[in-house]
């Protein structure tokens, strides 16, 4: 049973610095893209950044140069390190990835449970 788990998430005023983690657990062949979204209150959920598995980044315009996406394949495990934090940050930050399963022919997605982030001003 494949799982994903964040830590990381919290209170943090304005200008200052979070780094989320999430780690990957259980059986499966490979890990391919992963990311981070989050949704604001009463908001859809969003993409903030994702990562392939060879390291190539992608940002939302809105954390571009403030937020920076990293993974560890050999501990399977994706980081976002937010720094110049904003009130408008706050959301509920998710973890995904495209995973490979023993006996699956395709990678499919899973999501982590969510972990709270609050930007104070």
């Known amino acids: 049973q494949v799982q994903l788990v964040e830590s990381g998430g919290g209170l943090v005023q304005a200008g200052g610095s979070l780094r989320l983690s999430c780690t990957t657990s259980?059986?499966?062949?490979?890990?391919?893209?992963m990311g981070w979204y989050r949704q604001p209150p009463g908001k859809q959920r969003e993409l903030v950044a994702s990562?392939?598995?060879?390291?190539?980044?992608n940002y939302a315009d809105s954390v571009k140069g403030r937020f920076t996406i990293s993974r560890d394949n050999a501990e399977n495990i994706v980081y976002l390190q937010m720094d110049n934090t904003k009130p408008e940050d706050t959301a509920i930050y998710y973890c995904?990835?495209?995973?490979?399963?023993?006996?699956?022919?395709?990678?499919?997605?899973?999501w982590g449970q969510g972990t709270q982030v609050t930007v104070s001003s």
């Open positions: 995904n990835a495209m995973i490979r399963r023993y006996s699956r022919p395709s990678y499919n997605e899973f």
């Open positions: 259980g059986s499966f062949v490979s890990i391919g893209d």
């Open positions: 990562i392939s598995s060879g390291g190539k980044t």
